[in-house]
């Protein structure tokens, strides 16, 4: 399959490893991997915090890039569950703030092919089993975006649970949200720093190594907590998890979701 | 101050109340929502309702053996029995009560055997003296299984709604066929005489109000008990299977 | 006048009165950050709202049609929304039929002059009170007090907080904040014959409670008692109040006038269709499977409990959450409260951060949209934001109000008023956001930026950034609590370099180097 790569902004800037290991990943179970130098944004942050206006321009830049593609690739798949949502769910209310229908249509149709790496991998590339090795102790926190607005469901946790040497732990409380909600993390710092810590202490809690997740801004927010407070467990993508082998295994870095190599 | 705490609702010269607030709800309401109106047939009724196969087939002793299981579920106190047992059980579950209040259309032999003195509510009794009595007993319109809910209709059985509420100690006798499945089929049966006045009841008064610790017993009666009614068990078909079943099963039925 | 009936359009919808409890002193995230403080009412609010929690959830477990039930709750609630002029017409119809009387108030200030005169004329200087959301939102307690008449709420939890001179922080259990200790406090405070040795043992408070009420339940005095309800059917006139305790069931019977304040939302089509809401209201609300007391009444019931009762029929701003479709369902809402209980704001933060009668997620939509949202420093402004859209409000709401989606429509309704308004969008979010948004939407720029952060962040020292002086202005709200990964060599720059290799090798690339950075 020719799969388009959407690394999302966040990725692409501060946690590049996470969209590395997701082409690693894909190649390696071959398939082919675009990467569009277009890409910028999905325009989420700008839509939570209630700026349609300002979403508009970025959500229309988006659709531009991938819409050109549609006929070209198989699928467009996105290592976050929150960026999937919103390319889902929410541009075409973008494009209806701004009374664009053609835009509203394109986003549909870009919308229709757009996946998030868990959904890509057991929906549409249907494998489990990736093939990875990676023998560490994990707990998972299903995201609030992937487990309540795309259902991911236990998608994540089934690719998890195949991986060789891993060791997969009960996360307690781990329906709860980390706290970061974009710009609610900083707006709102207080109650959301409250929130991150109660997450924090559970993931400490599980005994685990690494915090897995699907969304690479819920796990700068854990693991920058687990930073501060100097715990133990590192944040890991689920991406990183499922790209390590025998032959080039993850190799846990200083950076928060970083790796060296 | 800041503009926010000026800001009033106005109120237009000329319209009543009630032809303004209409006329603000027609006019927030013109702005049309993207779904289509919903119209009363559009609400999904797949749910289990009355007419369900489960409310249906299921059988009686078993929907009795749900509702005494939730109502110990709510610490009430339930005896079963059958109506020749009744009376006795009744006067029993009355216990030690000197004063008992009773609807005015309470079956005669429910308090046969009751040694209290009884008063027959005329409608006259205040709630203070209502509330120096020692226990109230009242028959019931519908009691519902899945729930644990007892149904009283303001009646001559149930009695007016102040005699069930003051006394500390409330015993109900319930029929078996009386008991329904689930919310639905009882809803349905009280919606035969939907302005009547309803009191449905699912164990004694409680309050979760401090750490959501339930307690029970707050400003309604602290003791619940039900009395169920049910049809004399059937012979044990192994040594007697010549007894007509037809006829053990009703014998009872029409106490 | 010469009011034709087609003078309707000029009427607008109105929000609350400026009077009412809707609104607090200021902004959500200042009130958050000192309740935050408070290590009791965490402690306490933390294990109320999670035993409740799993109360509901497991017996919601039990019911195998679930969300069949919600979908016709929500259902019936658009029916109701859709065609509300024409049930309540057809409510007020009904009641008087039954022998009740209907009064249709504007706002808080006339539902409480409406409330106030009846009680005056029948000389009652002290009325008991039900628990009623709508009577709290419109400050009937205060209006009555003005007029020289007492107020008693009757329900344990409104009667910790009253004589606390508390306000309520939750929509069923409004003194949820308080643990057993303080309400011994409280009681011992305000109880002058209570035992001082009681106990803070729950039982022991709630019989406190019990002598302390009963006497002016038997008494009655003055006859006249106030209650909301839960339900108000339009095809029988039918109310229903759902309790627990039996003050309900002393107030709805004993007292020979009975005043029920009813927001105009509270409508159910039939009584058939109370089939739904008796499932629906009390698992997601107390946990139960069915609540100790429901009573059912319709207008006046010959011999039987109050020989008047009047319905006053509530707008106080329910009108201009109509007015937004998008909006429009956080009327839908049938205080069940068990968003409050799952969400990890409320939480933490406790209901008076919401500085509404109305807390947690279903305030943060309803609130604002009552009163508008009027500045920048309107406090009902920041509820919109007071929520990280984790959508667990959503899943558990019986009649399926999309909250998270309203909230974000909100947040949208904010910034357009401030883009709209003159010399209001140059707050450091609205610049922010406007430049965010040039850069990421143009391809160009945006590749040439994230390819130098990795470069421009190099001068600060580490791998992580830790805690920052307040040299940016949004950073400081993360980095004071966390650290956060410092850009190194973007995406894109490795996907170039590889992209380069490959060309030039005819075998597959290894990884490339970490110095590639230029575009």
Request: proline share 6%; aromatic share 4%.
């Amino acid at each position: 399959m020719r799969i388009s790569l959407m690394t999302t902004c966040l990725v692409d800037v501060m946690a590049p490893d996470v969209a590395r290991a997701t082409v690693t990943l894909l190649e390696r179970l071959g398939h082919e991997v675009v990467f569009d130098k277009r890409q910028t944004c999905c325009g989420q942050m700008h839509t939570n915090s209630g700026y349609y206006t300002e979403a508009a321009p970025i959500v229309r830049s988006f659709v531009d890039t991938f819409s050109s593609q549609l006929d070209t690739v198989d699928a467009i798949v996105m290592p976050s569950g929150s960026c999937t949502g919103c390319v889902r769910d929410q541009h075409e209310l973008v494009a209806r703030h701004e009374g664009d229908t053609s835009l509203e249509e394109r986003s549909r149709e870009v919308a229709a092919k757009t996946y998030e790496l868990s959904e890509l991998l057991v929906d549409v590339l249907k494998v489990t089993d990736v093939g990875a090795y990676f023998p560490h102790s994990v707990t998972y926190h299903p995201t609030c975006h992937s487990m309540r607005f795309l259902k991911v469901g236990p998608r994540p946790v089934k690719l998890l649970r195949a991986v060789e040497g891993i060791e997969v732990r009960n996360l307690p409380e781990s329906d709860s949200c980390c706290g970061f909600g974009g710009t609610f993390s900083v707006k709102n710092d207080a109650t959301s720093d409250a929130m991150v810590t109660d997450k924090a202490e559970n993931v400490v809690r599980s005994g685990a190594e690494f915090v897995v997740a699907g969304d690479a801004s819920c796990l700068m927010n854990i693991g920058g907590k687990l930073r501060r407070t100097g715990a133990a467990p590192q944040s890991v993508h689920l991406a990183q998890i499922l790209a390590s082998t025998r032959e080039d295994p993850f190799v846990p870095s200083e950076t928060i979701l970083g790796r060296t190599s | 101050m800041n503009e926010w705490t000026q800001e009033r609702p106005v109120r237009t010269p000329g319209l009543s109340a009630k032809e303004e607030i209409l006329a603000r709800v027609r006019s927030a309401l013109a702005t049309p929502r993207r779904d289509e109106i919903t119209e009363a047939q559009d609400v999904p009724r797949d749910y289990q309702r009355a007419d369900d196969k489960q409310e249906q087939r299921t059988a009686p002793e078993k929907m009795r053996d749900v509702l005494v299981q939730r109502l110990e579920d709510y610490t009430a106190i339930v005896h079963r029995t059958t109506a020749a047992e009744a009376p006795a059980i009744i006067a029993a579950a009355l216990g030690e009560a000197r004063g008992v209040v009773v609807p005015s259309q309470l079956p005669e032999d429910w308090t046969s055997a009751v040694d209290a003195e009884l008063l027959v509510d005329d409608g006259s009794a205040s709630p203070h003296r209502l509330d120096a009595l020692d226990a109230v007993l009242t028959g019931c319109h519908t009691a519902i299984a899945i729930t644990g809910t007892i149904v009283l209709r303001g009646d001559g059985r149930s009695g007016r709604r102040a005699i069930s509420l003051v006394p500390d100690h409330h015993v109900i006798v319930v029929e078996a066929e009386q008991v329904v499945l689930g919310v639905p089929k009882g809803i349905e049966r009280m919606a035969e005489d939907p302005t009547a006045a309803w009191t449905m009841i699912s164990g004694p008064s409680a309050t979760s109000d401090i750490e959501l610790s339930r307690v029970e017993g707050v400003h309604g009666p602290r003791r619940l008990e039900v009395v169920l009614i049910e049809p004399e068990p059937e012979p044990d078909p192994a040594p007697e299977a010549a007894t007509d079943p037809a006829s053990a099963s009703t014998k009872e039925s029409t106490a | 006048m010469t009011t034709v009936n087609l003078g309707i359009p000029s009427v607008r919808p109105q929000h609350a009165s400026p009077s009412s409890h809707l609104r607090g002193t200021r902004g959500f995230p200042a009130a958050a950050r000192e309740e935050l403080g408070d290590e009791t009412l965490r402690g306490n609010l933390r294990h109320a709202t999670s035993t409740i929690q799993s109360k509901r959830a497991s017996v919601v477990r039990e019911v195998r049609d679930w969300q069949k039930l919600r979908n016709a709750g929500s259902a019936l609630k658009w029916q109701v929304t859709d065609h509300l002029p024409e049930l309540l017409e057809q409510l007020e119809e009904s009641v008087t039929a039954a022998g009740g009387v209907v009064h249709w108030a504007r706002d808080a200030e006339e539902a409480g002059e409406i409330v106030t005169r009846l009680a005056l004329e029948r000389g009652a200087e002290e009325v008991l009170k039900v628990k009623s959301m709508a009577t709290q939102e419109i400050g009937l307690n205060e209006t009555l007090a003005h007029a020289g008449i007492r107020a008693i709420e009757s329900d344990l939890a409104e009667l910790i907080v009253q004589l606390a001179d508390d306000t309520p922080s939750h929509i069923l259990v409004p003194a949820i904040h308080r643990n057993r200790a303080e309400i011994r406090e409280i009681f011992l405070e305000a109880m002058p014959d209570l035992d001082p040795s009681i106990t803070d043992e729950p039982a022991e408070l709630a019989e406190a409670a019990r002598r302390f009420l009963r006497e002016k339940f038997l008494d009655m005095p003055g006859s006249v008692a106030i209650s909301g309800a839960n339900f108000a059917v339009a095809d029988t006139g039918t109310l229903v109040v759902v309790e627990s305790e039996g003050n309900g069931r002393m107030c709805l019977t004993l007292p020979r006038t009975l005043i029920s304040v009813v927001g105009i939302e509270k409508i159910v089509p039939s009584f058939q269709d109370l089939e739904v809401f008796l499932q629906l209201l009390p698992r997601s609300s107390t946990g139960e499977r069915m609540n100790p007391y429901t009573t059912l009444f319709t207008g006046v019931h010959e011999g039987d409990g109050p020989e008047e009762f009047h319905l006053v029929l509530l707008d106080n701003g329910r009108s201009a959450v109509l007015e937004d479709p998008e909006g429009r369902s956080a009327l839908h809402c049938i205080r069940c409260s068990a968003c409050l209980n799952v969400c990890p704001v409320y939480q933490r933060s406790g209901g008076h951060a919401y500085g509404s009668t109305y807390p947690g997620p279903i305030g943060a939509i309803l609130s604002p949209q009552m009163t508008g949202m009027s500045g920048t420093d309107d406090p009902n402004s920041t509820l919109p934001y007071a929520s990280s859209l984790c959508g667990a409000c959503y899943d558990v709401c019986p009649v399926k109000i999309d909250i998270p989606s309203v909230l974000v429509h909100l947040r949208e309704k904010d910034v357009d008023r401030r883009r709209e308004t003159r010399g209001d969008f140059h707050g450091t979010w609205d610049v922010a956001l406007q430049g965010a948004s040039k850069l990421m939407s143009s391809p160009r720029a945006y590749d040439l930026a994230v390819r130098s952060a990795g470069p421009l962040s190099s001068v600060l020292g580490g791998t992580n950034i830790g805690k920052l002086p307040g040299i940016l202005p949004l950073i400081p709200g993360w980095t004071d609590h966390r650290d956060l990964p410092k850009p190194g060599t973007s995406f894109r720059s490795w996907w170039d370099a590889r992209e380069k290799e490959r060309a030039s090798a005819p075998e597959p690339a290894q990884a490339p180097t970490e110095d590639e950075e230029q575009a």
